[in-house]
């Protein structure tokens, strides 16, 4: 009930949904259309094939079960990518009684699809620098859920500079920065009114999933859920996430 909620939640929830707009299939469509595959490893891509190029010649693919209907989805959508996929020589068969007919393309593209992928759960959760004393937890999802997110995150991020919130360029806060420490005093007198940037540690850690379930319209909450992980793998034990995306996730930062 809206009593139940400080103002500030219903004030959040309102500009959130502004800014997302209503998730329509013309919309999932795009964001699919949009996937791409970034420069991080993957389950199924690491070491020294972690380009775009290996990334789509690499099989088995791999995705997890709620994402696999959004990955079939955006490989169908590209008659080039379906191709890789003929030419992988992975096929075992046709749907039975499909052989010679052309109508029920789907199945053909559904068969091909789970010859071609694995459906994975959890990702792995590794570590990687952030300074010379601290390491930074990341998530290595699985290839075609990391596809997917990244066009999540393109969308999200092309929404934010509609209202002027540029996550790609680092100018303005930088600009900030220097203010800040510049004018931090004035004649060797405490600048009252200074002000500072932040660096939050392990920021995307803080995000839990019950705060991203209140803030998010529903449907919006239920699309980039089916496209996370819902826990990684660390030393060979099943780690269940509280947070809602790791670092390695191509929409956390947007």
């Known amino acids: 009930k809206r009593a139940d909620q400080p103002d500030w939640v219903w004030r959040a929830q309102k500009l959130i949904s502004d800014l997302l707009g209503p998730l329509e299939s013309s919309t999932v469509m795009k964001i699919l259309s949009s996937g791409r595959h970034g420069p991080g490893s993957t389950k199924t891509s690491q070491g020294n094939r972690v380009s775009a190029y290996y990334k789509f010649a690499d099989f088995p693919y791999s995705v997890t079960s709620r994402a696999s209907s959004y990955a079939l989805a955006a490989i169908s959508g590209d008659p080039h990518w379906m191709d890789i996929l003929e030419s992988s020589g992975r096929r075992t068969k046709l749907p039975p ?46 290839s075609l859920n990391a596809f997917l997110q990244q066009g999540a995150g393109e969308f999200i991020a092309s929404k934010l500079k509609k209202v002027h919130v540029h996550i790609d360029d680092q100018a303005k806060n930088q600009k900030l920065a220097w203010a800040g420490s510049v004018y931090f005093s004035i004649n060797g007198v405490e600048n009252e009114r200074q002000f500072s940037t932040i660096d939050l540690a392990s920021a995307s850690d803080t995000i839990s999933i019950e705060l991203v379930r209140l803030l998010l319209p529903g449907d919006w909450f239920a699309f980039l859920s089916d496209l996370r992980h819902d826990g990684g793998e660390l030393d060979g034990e099943y780690v269940k996430y509280e947070k809602f995306s790791a670092m390695g996730n191509g929409y956390t930062f947007p």
């Open 97 to 142: 009684g499909l052989q010679h007919c052309a109508v029920p393309r789907v199945w053909k593209e559904i068969q091909i699809f789970h010859d071609c992928v694995d459906i994975v759960e959890n990702e792995k959760v590794t570590f990687a620098p952030k300074s010379a004393t601290i390491m930074r937890p990341i998530g290595v999802p699985a």
